[in-house]
C-alpha cells in the first residue's frame, strides 16, 4: 500500500508538472506570437509614415518651395510695374497641384466614403475606381450581412482588399480580379481569385507584396492561406472572426 501511494504521489507530481510545462510553452508561444504581430505593425506603420513623409516633402514641400519663390517674383514684378498675370498663374497652379496631393494623402489615411457611408460603399467606389482605369477588371461582392466592430476593423479590411488589388496591378498582370465575401456562422470569409500568373510553387509569401496583408488579417484575429493547386491565377482565401 505504501508502494502504491509513493507511486500514485509520483504519478500525480509528474502530472502536474506536465500540465504546468505545458501552460508555460503555450503562454511563451503566444507571448511571442504577439511580439511578432506587434513588430509587423509597428514596420507597417512606420513604412506608412515614411511614404506618406517622402510624399509631403518631395511633391508639397517642392510645390510650397515654388509658391515661395514666385512670391518673391511677384513682389519684384510689382515693384517695377510689370504684369503680374503670368506668376500668379503659376502660383495657382502649383496651390491647387498641393492642395489635391493633401487630399490625395488625407483620403488614404481614411477614405471619406469609408467614414461617411461604410465600408460597403467604400467597395463600390474602389471598384468604379479601378474599372475606370480599363487596365483590370474588377469585381467586388460585399453585398452579405456582416458588420465589424469598430471603424478601425472596417478600415483594416477595405485596406486588405486595396492590398490584394494593388498586388494583383502590380505582380499579377492579371486581367480579371474577382473578390467574393460571404459570412459562414461566426466567419467573415473573404475568396480572392484572378487570372494573372499566380504564385511560384513553394516559394514564401515575403516580398510578395503581401506583408501589409498578413499583418492586417493577424490584427483582425484572421487566417489567410494561398490556393497552390490552381492550374491558373492565383487564389486566397481569407477568414476573419465576427465574435
Not at 500525480?12 to 511580439?35: A, M, P
Not at 477614405?111 to 461604410?118: N, R
Not at 473573404?190 to 492586417?216: A, I, M, S
Request: hydrophobic share 40%.
Amino acid at each position: 500500500m505504501l508502494v502504491f501511494a509513493l507511486g500514485l504521489i509520483i504519478f500525480f507530481s509528474t502530472s502536474q508538472k506536465r500540465i504546468q510545462s505545458e501552460k508555460l510553452t503555450n503562454q511563451q508561444i503566444k507571448i511571442e506570437f504577439q511580439k511578432k504581430l506587434l513588430e509587423s505593425i509597428i514596420h507597417t506603420q512606420e513604412k506608412e509614415r515614411d511614404r506618406i513623409a517622402r510624399e509631403l516633402h518631395d511633391d508639397v514641400g517642392s510645390k510650397l518651395n515654388v509658391i515661395h519663390l514666385n512670391l518673391h517674383l511677384l513682389k519684384k514684378a510689382i515693384a517695377k510695374g510689370q504684369d503680374p498675370e503670368q506668376i500668379l498663374d503659376h502660383i495657382r497652379s502649383s496651390l491647387d497641384e498641393s492642395i489635391q496631393t493633401s487630399r490625395d494623402i488625407s483620403h488614404e489615411l481614411m477614405p471619406p466614403v469609408l467614414s461617411k457611408f461604410g465600408i460597403h460603399s467604400a467597395m463600390e467606389e474602389l471598384e468604379n475606381t479601378i474599372n475606370r482605369t480599363g487596365v483590370v477588371k474588377l469585381s467586388i461582392n460585399s453585398q452579405v450581412e456582416w458588420k465589424l466592430n469598430d471603424d478601425m476593423q472596417q478600415l483594416h479590411m477595405f485596406r486588405i482588399v486595396q492590398e490584394l488589388v494593388q498586388n494583383a496591378l502590380k505582380h499579377a498582370q492579371a486581367r480579371n480580379v474577382n473578390i467574393e465575401f460571404e459570412k459562414k456562422e461566426n466567419l467573415l470569409c473573404l475568396n480572392y481569385f484572378d487570372d494573372g500568373v499566380g504564385f511560384p510553387k513553394g516559394e514564401q509569401t515575403t516580398g510578395l507584396g503581401l506583408d501589409n496583408l498578413e499583418t492586417r488579417v493577424q490584427v483582425l484575429n484572421g487566417s489567410w492561406q494561398i490556393n497552390r493547386s490552381v492550374q491558373k491565377g492565383a487564389e486566397i482565401n481569407i477568414r476573419i472572426p465576427l465574435i
